[in-house]
């Protein structure tokens, strides 16, 4: 393996228009997904999360946290983006006291002994990691293709 630089490199000394290609396939398949979610996303009383779920370039807002990948050198790298509370409908919450400090071994003693409220938790609603395993395959076929595309288009065929 040589790395990505170095594949980027001679793919883009046979293929000037791959990057392009590449790009625009990327950003068309975390749109894809971003609306696969959305459809599946839980809804409340609003629909102010599922309205959240945008696929867009990682370049286009880095001041959002990246969650699920590590920082990437890809300038065209796209990825999905939600209300923070995703992680609490992806994965669930335990029951936890939601008294001042009630995290803590002295604020559940607190709270125990002042008849604080406990918070039940939620069940995991999962809707962004299925979505995207399901679709995977075909992310990746749509990426290949605009690669091939511009290497046929290099080659003249």
Sequence with gaps: MKGRDALMRRL??????????????????AKEVADAIQARAPRGDTLEYAESIEGDRLSSRPQQETV??????DPSAAGI??????????????PHSTAKGGGTVLGKKLAA??????????????HIFPTYRAMKPAIRKRIRAAVNKAVREAMGK
């Design 12 to 29: 883009n000394q046979l293929a000037p228009n791959v990057e392009k290609y590449a790009a625009t396939a990327k950003l068309e398949a």
């Design 68 to 73: 699920g990948t590590t920082a990437t050198k």
């Design 81 to 94: 983006f939600a209300e923070y509370i995703w992680r609490f409908l992806e994965f669930g919450t335990a």
């Design 113 to 126: 002994a002042s008849g604080a409220g406990m918070h039940p938790g939620t069940a995991a609603q999962p």
